[in-house]
């Protein structure tokens, strides 16, 4: 079976991770994997959500915002929050980035400060919701270095990296990182957010009008840890070889 | 290691499923699990949405919505729906309801109407939208019963029957069917919606604050298949002897 | 002339209360008079609304929360809050039912501390809105008893029942207790709120595109009186023969 | 029992109607009752509104809407519709003032159109909803004329006269017409809408925090009839001799 | 040129400012123009929103709002503010009023309250905002002059007049005071705000479809100077020969 | 005096105008002026606005969305239309966008379809509402081509050139192009929307709590002017030579 872009069964398309892609964030990075493009930026504010400060006192938060801008696809889409709610979508996607970050942070190091993650689609091609993690991942990481840096926090309150990918079964094949025109022909959809370390901190693995195997959600899984094996390689080169970063992979 | 209600770690809270529970809705389902009560109806309406009616004229629709009521949670809850947004949360469970039971479903046989699954959480102590789903699917097939009893579809639209349940790790010991107490403590949380005859429609294994091996994923799936084939009788026995159902469970 | 139904012109439709409907709120109350059913519940926060606490320090509040659930109706009606503001006819009601129990309160004696009357319509087969106030009295009643039993309060807060009933002219006839069938064929329409003395707390009676009389309005008078004894009895047998609740009827 | 302005109990305070206001509408009334002002305006639209066009066609419609703008209490009220919902207290008002218009109105007559009645409280001062019914008939007929004078109608819609009292028991007396003073300090609060013809359209009678009896509640009324007559008169003035005024008021 | 009511083009529309309209509000204008009428008033509340008090605490604040009722146009506009959100118009038309008047205000010498500005147009005929500004700043010289009588402030915080008017080219042709008949044919289209001085608090050139030059934006500016000083004299001789409202218009 | 990054009162900060920055909309241009960063796009729609269609059928319609994209700032700006309603100041310039862009089209050629501009600011130094209608140029102009290059059109619907520029006094001194740090300070701050051949498209000179005199008006129309040529010259060399664009700047 060939795919549509000549790519292996387990192949990522090609990923590129910019940093320092604006000036006004604690971190913006740039995350382009195939046509699908973010910008992923962590901005830090020095306060907490109220119901944070009430309930756990001295610890911090991390949250983050998605939202695919309408010049993002073809056609337009329109701009979410204009007219009406934001989409079911939207909602599940950025709680989705939230938890998967919060997984790895120790919110006591943090201390009460707020980083948010805003992920911005600038291009949607597929996998938009896996490719916010990994580049959210690589801002937060840098913020929390910047935090750092300013001697605001004495330990890094990352406990490892974290990355995610898409996978599914198209005509009876499973495949690694689709892109749209695979997306829609996917009988199984799963997304899977893992550590550096090969633990999972999510699956979530849906039968699009159809159903699957315990067979086939196995090799869905081995293609998946494959996947975020190759991204973690990509986060590490993006971050670069401080110390800092270094335990988060391990 | 004991559960704190006695349960064995693959033993579903007692489940009680009663049919005709009013009489406005082509199907109206009262289903309790354990201290978990859910009213899911099944109203038919010969239309569908204009979107449906553009893009695949002819076929019908199913979709979901889900309330927590406020009186089901001690402390009350707010209304959702009063001031500003529905949560993030209800989106994801509406939209996961309505997912699952159109897994099962062939739309064209359908025909151009809608049917509306109503999950009213009457109490709530843990596994609301697992519960839901289960008790849908029952509303979901005596409403297509009543469509073939009036002459109005020919053949059952439903494929197969779909039944959910909740699972977790809690203390390092993965368990079925977690109520509230340990759905607070567990680890990790896993949904998983199946179909009678044994395959996944969606799985969602979510670490909180933790993460997990594929061994704990693993036994998880073990569990859900089991509790899945439990409530899989319920469901029968609640929707009695007729032909009409019986395949749906092969 | 004959009803319907078959009943008196004077005769209410067959009324049952249950009581413990469910468990989490401090009183939950399943009401249904003949094929109206309704889930009235009362709810207990430790707290006031902020004007509350500004204006009146020290005093409690009684508030109402009315929902037409949308399998209550065949057709389905759509779930308000959903999409745009609640109707004028659902804050016209739950405003209806709030001032009419907080007319037997005393909130000097409720104390800072919030009851919340949930009325929750699972079918609808006409006076909605009467059978709420009638079902709420009996959870507010129990609400009352349950803080008098945990010692958070010393003297009972209810001064007297509150009970209501509609009452409508249909082809010239005065009639008590109208469902959806006689309510749209109704000339006059009226709700009667009283107390279990004999007192009036609202009348509110409209001609629908048409006009009555002083004689109209007198005998329609009359058949509500007639109504809400028969109510208070079935009232009072519902909350059994505790000294606490006997005052209220007397 | 001397009232604070010195006025008898069954005496309304003076009452001034200005027509033709403005010059944009069908009709455009300003009122003035004591030191309550509204602007009651009638606008002719030619078409209804869709579920009207679908259920009854041919048919015309007669809605209304009153806004008690900012600047008409001290302190300064807040502008409604800025932020979040209209109240539930503005949305009964202007569902009454659309109902009791209504009530008098040949919707066929009327023929497919439109009249919108704005009630603007320019000053606040107690009986904005009376005033508001009472000066927007006289809006009403006025563009029911202009329909005529326009050969757009044959016959006029209205079969006659709508007039308001709002009616109220302070410190144990009845009385007419309560302005804010009295009206905050009393404990039965009524408000009856009737025809010329001495006919009832609406009573709305409340215990604001009490009760009352059969006989309050009938002297109320005696005081009401009496107010409604009195009103009738200056309506009538207002309108003028022309004969398409005159059977409205017999 | 003839211009359609045979005005001069520097000529401004015939133009009434009455004071005391009501009675609530600190002060109360109404001011027609031509075929214009607004109701502006000035209500003053002794506080300060809560951001000017935490980043400048002890100065006062001055906010406008401006709405067109509906019955102001024939055909008759929807009432904003009932579904969905304001305008884009009225929010620039609001925002452009407050800014022009608290250009002219020293906030230190008001102290720390709120004066707001509503402006209600009952009808239109085009030059809405400009007339809303020459009418909003007659009532906020009184409205500070109330405040210097009750010994509330000391100084006069207002440092001199605001008066607006729009002008525009018609047919290539420029002229003053542009009603909507004039408006709706211009091609460009320019609202002017100038002190009693004679210098710009703004000024806003706008081509409909259209661009202008050089010259003719210096003659539009010619004949706004000329409206302006007309506008003064009319405000001068509203508030009357109080020595508190000399020294604003020099 | 001089200015804080070094310029000439009368020059641009550096300008850097990058076409076909993402491949989804018609045309997608990164802008830079100083530190101030906007992506402006332009996505084509075969359909118009259904008021558009119905009063003016054949013609096309230009349109722009604008936003603050949140990480544009530090600290961090809300994501608008999360919560409540979008700002005034978003929507006022988002029609100036929309208008001075019209400005330029000739409708009736575009025919029948809608152009729609997004300008997502990604980082903000001052200029953003400038510097969008300068990128929004080229890529409507951009769109154009694109739609001529398709057959879809027959002329260009452009008639010239649009850019946009702000002046502003600063400490008594008037200059070119002021980044934030200069806004912030001005006394005058205006905005010019120019043609490539000099005429005006719109003025707005607003008095920042201050006014300004004819003669400072007319020496930032000067800078202004100037500004706009230097803008022209940069749009340019970004669309290149091909003889489409041409005619626009002469």
């Known amino acids: 079976m060939q795919r549509h872009d000549g790519r292996e069964l387990d192949e990522l398309r090609p990923l590129l991770i910019t940093t320092d892609f604006t000036a006004s964030p604690a971190s913006s990075v740039l995350i382009r994997c195939g046509d699908t493009i973010l910008w992923c930026s962590a901005s830090i504010e020095e306060s907490v959500p109220r119901w944070m400060q009430r309930e756990e006192p ?6 983050a915002e998605y939202m ?14 204009r007219r009406g709610q934001i989409s079911g979508r939207t909602q599940e ?26 992920c911005e689609v600038l291009q949607a091609d597929g996998g938009t919701r896996t490719t916010a993690i990994t580049g959210a991942f690589v801002a937060l990481a840098q913020a929390c270095k910047r935090l750092k840096d300013q001697g605001l926090i004495e330990e890094n309150p990352l406990n490892f990296s974290v990355a995610a990918v898409s996978v599914g079964v198209v005509d009876g094949v499973a495949m690694l990182d689709l892109p749209y025109v695979e997306d829609v022909a996917a009988a199984v959809d799963m997304n899977v957010v893992m550590t550096g370390s090969g633990r999972f901190i999510e699956v979530q693995g849906t039968g699009e009008e159809a159903t699957y195997t315990q067979e086939e959600l196995d090799s869905l899984l081995v293609l998946a840890k494959k996947g975020i094996k190759d991204l973690n390689q990509i986060q590490r080169a993006a971050l670069g070889e401080d110390p800092f970063y270094a335990p988060l992979f391990e």
Do not use: H
Request: no cysteine; proline share 7%; hydrophobic share 35%.
């Open 93 to 118: 996607i950025q709680r989705l980035i939230g938890r998967s970050l919060r997984a790895a942070m120790n919110l006591n190091k943090l201390g009460p400060r707020t980083i948010t993650l805003d």
């Open 58 to 63: 001295g610890k911090g938060w991390v949250t």
């Open 68 to 81: 695919m801008l309408p010049a993002s696809t073809t056609p337009r889409s329109n701009r979410e929050g």
